[in-house]
């Protein structure tokens, strides 16, 4: 079940991908469909009427910690690369890393900038990401890092669990990844990513 506040009229500019959903049918991101939007129920099609190419079972399962921004955006507005990698993550084809810290920060960004009503419908959907998530204990911090110790949270957990930081903000970034290593995306570039199948 899919919750997204998102129109599934919206346009759609993905590339090609095919993903397997539980029900046996697949959520097809394909310039084809450019009517039907980002929104997962609206590539619900037969599985019979779809050109299978790389198999789910033998893709890589990328490990990713994803940003504030993006995680908010993808919740809260129509389309966008955002709202697919919400998509994957609650269609388990992402693993994506949250620590304690992090967890309440997109708690906090959450309830702060939605209306009452808006925090109610959305909070339970938020719930079911993280039960999702796979829990990262932060051993080690390399605090300060970002200028925004929000952004801190981020990368202690992307450091301590291997994994890529999407990010709509990747200036803040820059530093990490010059100092640390850490391979940062933004939205776009881990979907084109993601539906190329490349490692």
């Known amino acids: ?39 997962p129920d609206a590539y619900r099609v037969p599985a019979s009427k779809l050109c299978y ?18 995680v908010f955006e993808g919740l809260t507005k129509q389309g966008g690369a955002a709202g697919l990698i919400i998509d994957a993550w609650l269609a388990g084809f992402i693993n994506v890393c949250v620590s304690n810290a992090l967890s309440y920060e997109y708690e906090d960004v959450l309830s702060r900038k939605l209306s009452d009503a808006r925090w109610s419908r959305l909070q339970p959907v938020l719930g079911v990401l993280i039960n999702l998530a796979q829990f990262t204990i932060i051993y080690y911090s390399w605090r300060p890092t970002s200028p925004d110790a929000g952004d801190d949270l981020v990368i202690d957990c992307a ?41």
């Not at 803040?172 to 939205?187: H, N, Q, W, Y």
């Open 159 to 199: 450091m301590n669990a291997g994994a890529i930081i999407i990010t709509f903000n990747v200036r803040d970034f820059r530093s990490a990844k010059e100092s640390l290593g850490v391979e940062i995306m933004t939205p776009t570039q881990f979907v084109t990513k993601l539906a190329s199948g490349d490692n």
């Open 1 to 39: 079940m899919y919750f997204h506040e998102r129109n599934p009229t919206a346009p759609n500019r993905c590339s090609n991908l095919v993903i397997y959903n539980p029900n046996l049918f697949a959520i097809a991101l394909d310039p084809a469909l450019a009517n039907c939007g980002h929104a």
């Open 53 to 70: 190419g790389k198999k789910m079972s033998t893709a890589r399962i990328f490990r990713v910690v994803i940003d504030t921004n993006v």
